[in-house]
């Protein structure tokens, strides 16, 4: 009679140290608010151009009209500062993918059976919220102007 000792005999197989999902979706996390940082950094930097190269302040946007402001951003935010509207353009674009891919991993290393969860679940609460409120945010650029109207 063999020993209880040997694996074939265990009942549970043995528990993961590492859950992939998990860490991915952490990691996406912290990789999303890195490009929100970058696009809110970026997005900054081109205002700031845009309102050296007209001679414009802050406190000069109460007495622009939106039409002026408008011109002046269409014409000027590629021109003065070329590299930060791209890279504000592509951080706030790649950012929503990068949240949606990293809820679904973490939802995934959730469900998963024998397999630790903090991962997952610090993966979600990045995620998730930040999902959320950019859902929202595009959602109300799409209504607001049809509700204006």
Known sequence: MESLENPVYGSEPPRRTTNGF??????????????LLIALVSFIGMMSA?????????QDYEV?????????????????????SMAA???GCLSVPVML????????????????KMGSILGLVLNLPL??????????AI?????LM
């Open 22 to 35: 998990g860490l991915t979706s952490m990691l996406l996390g912290f990789f999303n608010i890195a490009l």
């Open 131 to 140: 999902l959320l409120i950019c859902g929202c945010g595009m959602f109300m």
């Open 50 to 58: 845009v309102n050296s190269a007209n001679g414009v302040t802050f």
């Open 143 to 147: 209504m607001l102007p049809s509700i």
């Open 89 to 91: 353009g592509l951080a």
């Open 64 to 84: 622009l009209g939106e039409e002026e402001i408008e011109a002046m951003f269409s014409e000027d935010a590629e021109a003065e500062a070329p590299v930060a």
């Open 101 to 116: 891919i990293g809820s679904i991993l973490g939802f995934i290393g959730l469900m998963q059976s024998n397999a630790p």
